[in-house]
Structures are given as structure tokens and as C-alpha cells.
């Protein structure tokens, strides 16, 4: 990796996180908040509660991530058990660890097809789309459309190989989706039994939503640039928002230090602020208020751009967006 590294505090250098007390808390939290927020429906909590299970949805999201990191144990059997109850419906956990973590790569982020999660397109390919889907993919570069949009295109790209009889060979992959519509399904009969909220209700009006929110954080976290480390952001968020996201925010520390826990986060960050802004090649955001204001209608870049260096080949080491 060609990035430079800021050094971690000395305190956080020689810490055992150990029992990581903090993420055990925020599971209880989050697993507590939900189930309370359920009870608000059942007793009549309506639109409300709806919108706190919404918000809800994606703070379990950036659970997982946490989860997927080693988080609260080192026993990646008992993170996943943690994380697979399908909260926010969408993604299995098998597909979304390894999704993310080959992300992780940073020499490959933003590169169409090798980063699982880009968000741009070679020109080319961008160009073969349709004059109403090019517009879309415009839109999508917006706030406002990054969370009305870009969860349908999200979950279509999920469920689009599910089609092909090839995906299916894989023992792993049918029992991860086995066991995740089973999970699904019993949870969303639990939830209709005990509150009389519709299963349709609980995936339009909580986990879309849910999603569009997570992905919110990402509408500009990476942007196409020569050095790796020039790719990442740091967005220097209010204090909701960096516990929505738990401090991911700081993406620079966090592809810095993957394995560094979300409450030590922010403290790195501080230690080390200008090393972080100036590696970033001063991708620095001032929070998300300013920016999602600012192009809830303008695009903030465009969805097709030259992401690779000339010299590398587009169709090397491609990565699909789904196993």
C-alpha cells in the first residue's frame, strides 16, 4: 500500500481494547432502541416510530461494519451471530463482510468492478446506457437522490445474479441466502404478530429508507484520484452523525487503521488531524449538513470518470459486486 500512514497516539499503540465494553453497550443499544421503537408502533407511535426504525436500520448497518472488523470479539463466528438477524433486510452478512471487505483494497478504490462498492463507471460503459438511465445515474450523484435512488439500484444489483444458475453451485452462498430468508420471513411475521405492522410496511417505510440513509455517508467518502490515500475522505461530521455512522466518517483513519475500534476513532483523528487531512490530499468535508444542503439537486461530480491510471487495465483483478 503506497499511502502514508499517521502513527496512532501512544496510548492507543499500547491499549488491549480486550472486552471492548463500548460495542457491547452500543449492541444493547441498538437491539434495545429497536425493540422500543416497535413497541412505540404497536401502542399507536405510527409515522413516528416508522421513522425511528428507519434511522434504526441504518445505525444496525454500521453495527455490522463494526461486526465485519472484529468487533466486539476477535471470534468471527460470534461477531456474525451478532449481526445476522436481518434488521435492515437487505443484505445477508456473509455477502455484505465479504463485499466490504474487499473494498478494503486501497489501491483498487473507486475502480468500476473492482471496488465492490464504487460509485462511478468508465465513460464507456456509461455511455452505453440508455439517455434515462445515464440521467439517473446523474441524479444519483446528488443527496436527495442518493437516498430516494440509489437503494433500489443497490438491492437490484444484489438480487440481479441471483438469477443466474451458476451462483447457486456454491453450498456457502445457498445456505447464506437460506438462512437469511428464513431469518427474514420469521422476523417480519414476529413483527406483524406483535405490533400489526405489514411485512410490505416494514421494508418500504423502515429498511428502504434505512438504506438510503447509510448510504448517505458514502455519497462522497472516496472520489477518483492518482494516490490511493487522495481517494478517502475525512468528513469532520456533528456529533449525530458520527454516532449514526460510528465515527466512519473519519474514513481516512478508518482505511488507515481497519481494525482500529469505532470509540477510538475519533480520538486517532484529533491526535493526528492535520497528518490525516494533508495524506488525504485535503479531501476534507466540513459535515454532512453543508454538503447534503448544498447538492440535494447538484450533482457533486459525475458518475463517469477516468478512475484508473492509464497503465492499469480495466478488466484486471475485477471483483463483482456480489460473489
Request: with cysteine.
Amino acid at each position: 500500500m503506497t499511502r502514508p500512514l499517521p502513527a496512532l497516539p501512544d496510548d492507543l499503540m499500547r491499549r488491549n481494547f480486550g472486552f471492548e465494553w463500548p460495542t457491547w453497550l452500543l449492541i444493547v443499544a441498538v437491539y434495545g432502541s429497536w425493540l422500543a421503537s416497535l413497541t412505540w408502533y404497536a401502542r399507536g407511535g405510527s409515522w413516528g416510530a416508522l421513522a425511528a426504525l428507519a434511522v434504526i436500520a441504518a445505525w444496525y448497518m454500521s453495527l455490522q461494519h463494526e461486526l465485519v472488523h472484529y468487533h466486539p470479539t476477535r471470534q468471527a463466528w460470534l461477531n456474525r451471530c451478532l449481526g445476522l438477524l436481518p434488521v435492515a433486510v437487505w443484505y445477508p452478512f456473509d455477502v455484505y463482510r465479504r463485499s466490504h471487505l474487499a473494498h478494503h483494497r486501497d489501491e483498487l478504490l473507486t475502480y468500476p468492478g473492482q471496488d465492490p462498492e464504487s460509485n462511478y463507471l468508465d465513460p464507456a460503459d456509461y455511455q452505453q446506457h440508455s439517455a434515462p438511465m445515464r440521467a439517473l445515474l446523474v441524479v444519483q450523484r446528488t443527496s436527495l437522490g442518493r437516498f430516494l435512488i440509489t437503494p433500489a439500484f443497490a438491492v437490484f444489483h444484489l438480487l440481479w445474479p441471483l438469477r443466474q444458475a451458476a451462483y447457486w453451485r456454491s453450498a456457502a452462498l445457498r445456505w447464506t441466502w437460506l438462512q437469511h430468508l428464513a431469518l427474514l420471513v420469521l422476523m417480519l411475521w414476529a413483527i406483524h404478530v406483535w405490533t400489526g405492522m405489514p411485512p410490505l410496511t416494514y421494508l418500504l417505510c423502515v429498511a428502504y429508507p434505512g438504506l438510503g440513509l447509510a448510504m448517505v455517508r458514502s455519497l462522497y467518502e472516496h472520489r477518483p484520484a492518482d494516490l490511493p490515500a487522495h481517494r478517502i475522505v475525512v468528513n469532520e461530521a456533528a456529533w449525530p452523525w458520527r454516532l449514526l455512522f460510528l465515527n466512519n466518517n473519519y474514513h481516512a483513519v478508518h482505511h488507515a487503521h481497519p481494525n482500529l475500534p469505532w470509540y477510538a476513532i475519533a480520538k486517532a483523528y484529533a491526535a493526528q488531524r492535520e497528518a490525516y487531512v494533508q495524506g488525504t490530499g485535503g479531501f476534507l468535508v466540513p459535515g454532512y449538513g453543508r454538503l447534503l444542503l448544498r447538492h440535494a439537486f447538484k450533482p457533486i461530480d459525475h458518475p463517469a470518470q477516468e478512475t484508473r491510471p492509464p497503465a492499469s487495465p480495466a478488466s484486471a483483478a475485477t471483483v463483482n459486486k456480489q460473489p
